[in-house]
């Protein structure tokens, strides 16, 4: 398949990919096609806030379509909700059966459910023929083996999920070590689903030799490869960029100055920023120097100048860019 006719999804980053952030992201870094939002914290449906739905609302996403994604496991709670999803237009939500924190899973939430398959096909049965709008899933190999999903996708050919997608590690690894491309293809290999890849997509290079070893998938989601390089996804996609400095520096602008409008304080605006750089200094080499200038920054001042300072800095002598 062309790597240019692959469709590509940004991934949710909790703390990160916020509509603000994916918004900006599609405006500055043209090549992702659709996004999943970072789940939904689940509510009793009693007393559900509606201020849970700000990151989906469709006037906050215009410029990505997005699928929104629930963490819940009980099936009226996650039923009411994406009932209200779907009274704002949506027709598809994503359930979170994949991530790895341990506040989470601790509750047999997100891959700390994986090893109770049962529950999960009965959330199914209770669900599914209730639910007037389209499900997917995300998820990983297991929570503790790797085997667990794969011994769990025969079971849900059985249900009309729109697409499974897969990300290549267990729950207990967290996002350390390396993706598994081998297990998934084995997970691929056991389901009649549509499936989607998703782990440690980080360059082109990687991305092509992944469409050779797996031609079934047409669809990929990409996360930290492109917090790391914004371009990625354009590169992917044969876009052109004539001056990638200037464009990561005015999205990193408008950004800040976005959240600095919408955020309550120093301290959760930095928090914010700091946690992106932990991943955007990767497009600086070295960068440790880079990361631990910011990561230092006790005020908005101090931010504001070293990341001036930074920019002018490579402007007057451009990194390696990728």
Same mark, same amino acid.
């Given at each position: 398949?062309? *790597?240019?006719?692959a469709?590509?999804?940004? &991934? *949710? ?26 789940f939904i914290? *689940? ?15 469709p006037?906050?996403?215009?410029m ?11 099936a009226?709670d996650? $039923? ?10 949506y ?11 341990p ?24 669900v599914?023929?209730?639910? &007037? ?7 990983r ?7 667990? $999903? ?10 009309? @999920? ?5 990300h290549g590690r @267990? ?5 350390r ?5 081998? &297990? ?6 056991c ?15 990687k ?12 669809? %990929?989601?990409i ?9 990625? &996804?354009?590169? @992917? ?6 001056n990638k400095?200037?464009?990561l520096?005015?999205?990193h ?8 409008e ?14 992106? %750089? ?12 880079s990361?631990?200038?910011i ?19 490579h ?7 990728p």
């Amino acid at each position: 398949m062309d *790597p240019q006719q692959a469709e590509l999804v940004l &991934a *949710p980053i909790r703390g990160i990919t916020d509509c603000h952030f994916r918004s900006l992201f599609q405006k500055y870094f043209p090549g992702f096609d659709s996004a999943i939002a970072p789940f939904i914290n *689940p509510q009793r449906y009693s007393s559900f806030n509606p201020k849970q739905l700000k990151d989906v609302l469709p006037e906050s996403n215009q410029m990505l379509p997005v699928v929104p994604q629930l963490l819940h496991t009980d099936a009226q709670d996650f $039923l009411f909700l994406a009932h209200r999803l779907e009274e704002l237009g949506y027709k598809e939500v994503n359930w979170n059966l994949g991530c790895p924190a341990p506040m989470v899973t601790i509750k047999h939430r997100g891959s700390g459910l994986l090893p109770f398959p049962e529950q999960i096909l009965n959330f199914l049965d209770q669900v599914i023929p209730k639910l &007037a709008i389209n499900l997917s899933i995300k998820t990983r190999l297991g929570y503790e083996k790797k085997d667990e $999903l794969l011994s769990l996708l025969p079971s849900l050919d059985d249900y009309p @999920i729109t697409e499974i997608i897969i990300h290549g590690r @267990i729950g207990k690894q967290l996002y350390r070590g390396e993706s598994d491309p081998g &297990a998934f293809g084995q997970c691929l290999e056991c389901s009649k689903h549509s499936i989607v890849y998703n782990g440690d997509i980080d360059s082109v290079e990687k991305f092509r030799n992944l469409q050779i070893q797996f031609p079934r998938v047409h669809k %990929w989601m990409i996360g930290r490869g492109v917090l790391c390089n914004p371009f990625l &996804a354009g590169e @992917i996609k044969g876009l052109q960029t004539d001056n990638k400095l200037d464009q990561l520096e005015n999205f990193h602008r408008e950004l800040y100055g976005r959240y600095r409008e919408l955020l309550s304080g120093s301290s959760h605006l930095l928090g914010r920023m700091k946690q992106l %750089w932990t991943y955007l200094s990767f497009f600086f080499p070295p960068q440790q120097k880079s990361w631990k200038k910011i990561k230092k920054c006790k005020t908005e001042i101090q931010y504001q100048r070293i990341t001036d300072d930074f920019f002018s800095m490579h402007h007057m002598k451009p990194p390696g860019l990728p």
